[in-house]
């Protein structure tokens, strides 16, 4: 595991700032050289730290607004690949999570409209492990923050 400095720290929160950020603009904040900023940067990838870069997208602007979070109960003792393997061709599912508590796993899932959601949710429990799913349809966003790493030295 790569050790991280306070610079490194600070580094990483001008890129969750704003991920197009020159490294010259980036060395300004944090006082190096904008080469220096670079290797920084390709260590921290070639560590794992960061894992790229993207656009983050109104999901609502892409026609995909309507969302849910569904406790996935399964047959038996299922191990976490098989679960990801088996909710992976799902399109609709923008994350999935092994749990506590009695459920194996949470899927938050996206879709158009209730009726796209209502055929996702059947092809979820079409799984032939899934014993059975409870949903909860997201009627607002009340908060939602990115991850900011902490900042300290």
Do not use: Q
Not at 65 to 73: C, I, W
Not at 92 to 105: H, P
Not at 143 to 153: D, Y
Request: glycine content about 8%; aromatic content about 4%; some cysteine.
């Amino acid at each position: 595991m790569l050790r991280m400095d306070s610079i490194d720290h600070r580094i990483i929160s001008c890129l969750v700032a704003d991920a197009r950020s020159s490294y010259a603009e980036i060395g300004s904040t944090v006082g190096l050289s904008a080469p220096a900023v670079k290797r920084r940067v390709d260590k921290l990838l070639d560590a794992g730290v960061l894992r790229g870069f993207t656009a983050v997208v109104d999901p609502e602007a892409l026609g995909w607004g309507t969302e849910a979070f569904v406790e996935v109960h399964c047959h038996g003792n299922i191990r976490p690949g098989t679960l990801r393997a088996g909710l992976e061709p799902l399109a609709e599912v923008k994350a999935a999570y092994t749990v506590s508590g009695s459920a194996d796993a949470i899927v938050h899932l996206r879709a158009a409209s209730i009726h796209h959601m209502e055929t996702a949710l059947e092809r979820l429990r079409a799984v032939d492990f899934i014993d059975r799913t409870v949903s909860t349809v997201v009627l607002s966003t009340l908060l939602e923050r990115p991850a900011t790493p902490k900042t300290g030295g």
